[in-house]
């Protein structure tokens, strides 16, 4: 218990003062609790006397008074600063996590799901963050109330608060053994949250192949299983407090029992007072009260423990080596240099060595899963290299600081992905202290000030999750705004006009011209008028380079690229069939 607190304000991190703070004012909340009792023996050892005078009322009064207010200052206190540790850290928690994010390779991404991912923000993360301020609240003032009240028995008579003592001294050792116990269900329970996470993510994203592949019955099948599974976790967690919730009950009704009945046998053998026995009968029933509510609280600790090291794993995740140059590189020549690259026992990338001068265009063409994606990926140093070596403008890519390096790169993918916001803001994402003046003029060059100005409410249109509300040509020109604006001296462009329809291709194409204007541009595409230009075609095949040179140079070859280039001119009319006909 007391290693699960060390932790808890270990994990608050800069927030820490306030959750000592609050933990401080338990106790005094606590203390101010107690003084009850000494109001209640005033009256008690007066009736006892039969001495009892106004000044009895009196000072009866005012020690309750004082109680009253002091329980009350305390608790607005201990409240405000448990809430405010509480919801900072756990905030703190998930910036932590989520700057985490944009320096791990892209490979924890595949090992790890999204619903662990998310399951770690949001449930184990409110687990900490709604029930751990109640739970050590709870806990610190149940134990510290009945220390207080066991120092105040004892005063008045060591044997009943010997038995105080000892009942406190077995609570505790009940519940190290529920901790104990409730350590492997505990684990479980947590992982039962993030499945169900996931596996509502899952079922959400996917409801598109659902229907249409009449998945219904499977998926529903999948998302319940993982409830159920979550429902038995939570069902065998209680299950296995409630044997030991009600060890605790019986151990302090008993004592309550034995505290009477020696209290009044002491009083009939003269060996105590009758105002001490009757301050022991009352204490009976007020000493154990908060210590069976600290029980109750105190079998959350353990979930409570697990959360915390969860969420502190993902931030300790080893992240890519951080270099320490932050300068502008000397130029902006790319070397890739023998570099050979593995996802997992697969090798992707094989001893491919190439060189992209400044402000050139490089064409990466070749059948799926040659590794054209992964290559750009590796200089932008999206995983880092398992030999070899990538410079830009001399340096190792490596020997700069992550955002330093990305800041010279802007990338277009094909899969777009915009933000549940508006479209000015996706668009200054490339920039966020962009002017709106700076945001249009990004439009109107990428080609899509047009229709954004057709809409409701033009740049201030919010645009749904992933921007579901427009088109795919749309998109991918808010995309192409997005790193106009961004102005990086490096384009990258993952097929980023491959699946456009010819409504918006002739706008996209201009938006790609002024993009790429007087930048280096590196390119995957499947179009012949994409890269025929450019200035090096680079042709991939599982993994290794066979081919280079400019258009002409390769046709004149007759290889790979002047298959895919008659490919190409042969289905031209009948763009469906070439589709379906090429591998790429």
């Known amino acids: 218990m007391f290693a699960t607190f060390k932790k808890y304000f270990a994990f608050g991190g800069s927030y820490a003062k306030y959750l000592k703070r609050g933990m401080a004012f ?17 009256v008690l050892f007066a009736l006892a006397d039969n001495a009892v005078t106004d000044a009895t009322m009196w000072t009866a009064l005012a020690i309750m008074l004082a109680s009253i207010v002091g329980c009350f200052v305390t608790a607005h206190f201990k409240s405000e600063n448990f809430c405010k540790g509480n919801f900072s850290m756990t905030g703190e928690k998930r910036t932590q ?4 994010m944009r320096y791990l390779p892209m490979g924890y991404f595949n090992e790890n799901s999204l619903g662990t991912i998310a399951g770690t923000m949001t449930n184990t993360l409110d687990d900490v963050q709604n029930a751990g301020g109640m739970v050590y609240t709870n806990v610190i003032s149940g134990f510290v109330f009945s220390g207080f009240m066991a120092i105040m028995l004892l005063i008045f008579d060591w044997r009943i608060g010997l038995v105080i003592v000892v009942t406190i001294a077995l609570f505790l050792g009940i519940n190290a053994l529920m901790q104990r116990a409730s350590e492997k269900v505990t684990g479980k329970r947590v992982a039962a949250q993030s ?61 309550s029992v034995v505290m009477c009945l020696v209290s009044v046998w002491c009083w009939i053998s003269g060996t105590m007072e009758a105002g001490v026995c009757l301050v022991m009968i009352v204490a009976s029933f007020m000493v ?29 995740t080893p992240v890519m080596d951080e270099g320490a140059r932050k300068t502008t590189p000397e130029n902006l020549d790319i070397v890739v240099d023998d570099v050979t690259f593995s996802y997992a026992d697969r090798t992707v990338i094989d001893h491919v060595s190439l060189s992209i001068p400044a402000k050139t265009t490089c064409a990466i063409v070749g059948p799926s899963g040659s590794g054209k994606t992964t290559i750009t990926q590796l200089i932008a140093r999206f995983w880092d290299v398992d030999s070899g070596s990538i410079t830009l403008g001399g340096t190792d890519i490596r020997d700069f600081e992550v955002d330093a390096l990305l800041s010279n790169f802007s990338m277009v993918f094909q899969g777009v992905y915009l933000f549940d916001d508006t479209i000015e803001n996706n668009i200054k994402f490339g920039r966020p202290n962009a002017t709106h003046e700076g945001v249009v003029d990004a439009a109107r060059r990428a080609c899509c000030h047009e229709f954004i100005e057709s809409l409701p409410e033009g740049y201030a249109t919010r645009i749904g999750e992933g921007g579901a509300t427009l088109s795919g040509g749309e998109r991918q020109r808010i995309s192409i705004a997005r790193a106009i604006l961004k102005d990086a001296p490096i384009i990258i462009l993952d097929e980023a006009t491959a699946n456009v329809d010819p409504e918006n291709e002739r706008d996209l194409q201009r938006a790609v011209a002024e993009l790429t204007c007087e930048k280096t541009v590196i390119m995957i595409a499947h179009r012949l008028k994409t890269v025929r230009n450019a200035d090096q075609i680079i042709v991939l095949d599982q993994g290794r380079i066979v081919q280079r040179g400019t258009h002409d140079a390769l046709m004149a070859e007759r290889g790979i690229y002047a298959d895919f280039v008659g490919m190409r001119e042969r289905t031209i009319g009948w763009k469906l069939a070439g589709r379906m006909a090429g591998s790429w």
């Open 26 to 42: 338990s106790i005094l909340n606590s203390f101010f609790e107690a003084w009850q009792m000494m109001a209640f023996a005033v």
């Open 97 to 100: 996590i989520g700057d985490r």
């Open 195 to 255: 499945a169900i996470v996931g596996a509502v993510l899952e079922y959400v994203q996917g409801i598109g192949v659902v229907r249409a592949f009449s998945l219904a019955g499977e998926a529903e099948q999948k998302l319940s299983g993982a409830i159920d599974e979550c429902e038995r976790m939570n069902v065998a967690l209680e299950l296995k407090f409630i044997k030991y919730a009600i060890m605790q009950t019986l151990l302090t009704k008993a004592s």
């Open 288 to 316: 154990y009260g908060k210590i069976e509510m600290s029980g109750v609280f105190a079998s959350l600790l353990r979930m409570i423990d697990m959360s915390m090291d969860k969420a502190n794993a993902m931030i300790a």
